[in-house]
């Protein structure tokens, strides 16, 4: 399943509500644009047992990229590539490539802040890497993300400081998920439907989803009573722009025939 995605977000700062997961949201929507589908969304604390165990959990699913967020940095809570050396049952070492990009970072530092940064243990920390595994430059921060594989899924750990991890996205996980995966094109439209509320509209939508395969319609209550106002979104996954459109429209066709039939009305949303 070359499509198949799973988002595992690690901090205990997400479990205690301290900080926002803005990079799933990010990283699911994303994803969705270059036709992948993201099938389970888990976050976990800082713990190198409970992040192997659900990294485990994932490999047992055989998504064919797993994608984590944090826990890459110096600091004692950024257990990440512990928990993936250990799930992959791979022994961490000292990774010569991921070495020279730390050095690398280091010394940019150094000539801005004309001081001397020694490597320490913590710093070169951000060098040890599961065996095999293969680091990705990070044009922002300091710590590599990193690219481990078992036999069926393909395992991308980046930053979890936002910044860090879309950069490293956008310019390396990309074209890895273009070249790895199935080409597929995500195509929907959006209504907007008034004078019909949303139990009316269940039946009509499951019927159109019965009758055209592969179309996902989403329906969102916007105001209620006295004059109810929903706004739809129909979705589809395709191997062209051409199947795609084709089948949108439709569903859509069907969609405002049946609405039009019970009373309602609809009109085209724009992005």
């Known amino acids: 399943m070359s499509d198949t995605f799973e988002i595992l977000c690690l901090g205990n700062e997400l479990l205690i509500g301290k900080i926002v997961n803005s990079n799933a949201q990010w990283l699911a929507n994303y994803i969705t644009k270059l036709g992948g589908k993201v099938r389970r969304i888990t976050v976990v604390g800082d713990d190198i047992s409970d992040i192997a165990a659900a990294l485990r959990e994932s490999l047992s699913r055989k998504s064919a990229f797993i994608l984590t967020t944090g826990g890459l940095g110096p ?86 400081v936002p910044s860090e991890m879309k950069a490293i996205f956008e310019a390396s996980v990309v074209p890895l998920i273009r070249r790895l995966s199935r080409t597929h094109v995500v195509y929907e439209i959006s209504l907007r439907v008034t004078g019909i509320i949303e139990s009316e509209l269940a039946p009509l939508l499951d019927q159109v989803m019965r009758e055209i395969p592969d179309v996902y319609v989403k329906s ?41 039939e019970h009373g309602g009305k609809t009109s085209p949303l724009k992005p």
């Open 220 to 260: 969102h209550p916007r105001a209620a009573e006295p004059i109810p106002l929903l706004e739809l979104h129909v979705t589809t996954r395709a191997t062209s722009e051409k199947d795609g459109k084709d089948r949108v429209e439709a569903a859509e066709k069907m969609i405002c025939q049946l609405i039009a």
């Open 75 to 160: 600091t004692f809570d950024d257990k990440t590539m512990d928990a993936v050396a250990t799930a992959l049952e791979k022994p961490l070492e000292l990774n010569d490539d991921a070495l020279l990009m730390v050095k690398n970072k280091y010394q940019q530092y150094e000539k801005v802040t004309k001081k001397k940064i020694e490597l320490t243990p913590a710093r070169l920390k951000m060098a040890q890497l599961p065996k095999d595994s293969v680091p990705i430059p990070n044009p922002v921060g300091t710590a590599p993300a990193v690219l481990s594989t078992d036999a069926a899924s393909t395992i991308l750990s980046l930053p979890g």
